[in-house]
């Protein structure tokens, strides 16, 4: 009986190992890519005094829809999240590659981001087959957290929430520091200038994008300390708060470009990872 089960475990692992999974997360890995140079550009064009689309998924998705075959690219990105998805669940169910990929915890931060790019996918092709506006990173961050502190105990499961965020956060800036990825490249198909470029894309990227969630993270904090929903702030209101800075809208100009470095890296893990 266990050799069955055995044979059955290993053909589930061959399963989800197979072209089919390897083609969706590369699809995806490009399509997180076009998004986050989107976002770089629209949180630019913030810090330079230029209007248009809020500065986060949503916004860049409309951007993207008011290119030539802006909507051949809206499903092409939709579909790609979906790909995403669908092998970050084949890794929480059969484990993920590289040292340690059966460990439960990772096989849970796994399932966390399936949900995560499954909603993320669901909007962009809800988006797609519609075309009506959707809400705001802002907005659904305040409508949120107005439901979660009407809840019992409803303002310290957001203040905890928030700390979970800021943890992330930090957390995905000193992975990228510590240059986390590359158990997951390719490297002997890569060459060294190459691995060094792929460097500089995933620390400066990786770090743009941790400061971006410890932000967040720390606005619903404050969000649950004032008992205010109006506090709380997505990924657009986070990056408009870096250009209120001392430091004014050159911080929140070198974060954008961190996110276009970011997307720049998505595209490399696209060719480059192993999966």
């Not at 669940?89 to 499954?118: H, I, N, Q, T």
């Not at 004014?248 to 100009?253: I, Y």
Request: charged share 20%.
């Amino acid at each position: 009986m266990s050799a069955i089960k055995g044979r059955g475990r290993a053909k589930a692992r061959q399963a989800a190992n197979s072209s089919v999974v390897d083609t969706g997360a590369r699809w995806g890995l490009a399509a997180r890519g076009v998004l986050y140079l989107l976002i770089g550009l629209l949180a630019l064009r913030v810090a330079f005094g230029g209007g248009g689309e809020e500065a986060d998924s949503s916004g860049a998705v409309r951007e993207l829809a008011q290119q030539p075959f802006g909507k051949v690219l809206v499903w092409a990105v939709g579909i790609g999240l979906v790909g995403m998805a669908l092998w970050r669940l084949s890794e929480a169910l059969f484990g993920s590659s590289g040292p340690g990929g059966d460990k439960p915890g990772k096989r849970v931060f796994s399932a966390v981001r399936c949900v995560f790019y499954g909603f993320m996918a669901y909007s962009v092709l809800s988006f797609a087959a519609s075309a009506k506006k959707s809400e705001g990173s802002d907005a659904k961050s305040r409508d949120f957290t107005a439901r979660a502190l009407d809840l019992p105990a409803g303002r310290w499961l957001v203040g905890v929430a928030g700390l979970v965020v800021i943890g992330i956060g930090v957390g995905v800036a000193v992975r990228a520091v510590m240059r986390k990825f590359h158990k997951h490249l390719k490297k002997a198909q890569m060459s060294r200038h190459l691995r060094r470029g792929i460097d500089v894309l995933g620390i400066s990227g990786g770090v743009a994008r941790g400061l971006i969630y410890a932000g967040a993270g720390l606005f619903v904090v404050i969000a649950a300390a004032k008992y205010d929903p109006g506090k709380a702030k997505g990924v657009d209101g986070t990056l408009r708060a870096f250009a209120d800075t001392p430091a004014g809208p050159w911080l929140l100009a070198l974060i954008a470009f961190g996110l276009l470095l970011f997307g720049l890296f998505s595209f490399a893990l696209a060719r480059y990872r192993r999966v």
